[in-house]
């Protein structure tokens, strides 16, 4: 990988990891406004979703130099479902096609993760901070309520 690639990769981590929480509160206050009919809320909505779903993709291109190689892969398969249910989000928001295909998809990656963390006593789930598993509570409770049509 590129040097600048993966110095921004490197930006990117830093800024998901420190700001977590407030990441996700900007995902539930876009939904919500968005139901609000606010004023160019799908403008604004588009931009920062997607801008989020970015983040937390390239927060897990380069991995992290502590873990071992399944933790890595394990740390990568988060980023990415995450990034994939949030887009899946935003297209339901929009009422765009495919968004139950996109939150399928990601549901079930991290499901799948979340089950090979619990359940395989060889990867230890010790580098998934706090609010790494709050981001999993939230992004799988917005996905299955826009899965479901309940808005």
């Given at each position: 990988m590129d040097d600048g690639v993966k110095a921004l990769c490197d930006k990117a981590n830093k800024v998901v990891t420190k700001n977590e929480l407030l990441l996700l509160f900007v995902i539930v206050l876009i939904v919500l406004l968005k139901w609000m009919s606010i004023p160019f809320i799908n403008m604004i909505a588009i931009i920062v979703l997607l801008s989020i779903s970015m983040l937390y993709y390239m927060a897990v291109l380069n991995g992290k130099e502590e873990l071992t190689k399944n933790q890595t892969s394990v740390y990568k398969l988060i980023g990415?479902?995450?990034?994939?249910?949030?887009?899946?989000?935003?297209?339901?928001?929009?009422?765009?096609?495919?968004?139950?295909?996109?939150?399928?998809?990601?549901?079930?990656?991290?499901?799948?993760?979340?089950?090979?963390?619990?359940?395989?006593?060889?990867?230890?789930?010790?580098?998934?901070?706090?609010?790494?598993?709050?981001?999993?509570?939230?992004?799988?409770?917005?996905?299955?309520?826009?899965?479901?049509?309940?808005?």
């Open positions: 990415i479902s995450s990034a994939v249910i949030l887009t899946g989000i935003l297209f339901s928001l929009l009422h765009w096609p495919n968004s139950q295909i996109m939150l399928i998809v990601g549901g079930l990656v991290l499901i799948g993760v979340l089950l090979v963390i619990r359940f395989f006593e060889k990867i230890e789930y010790n580098f998934l901070m706090p609010s790494m598993k709050i981001r999993f509570i939230v992004l799988f409770i917005l996905g299955g309520f826009f899965l479901f049509g309940f808005y």
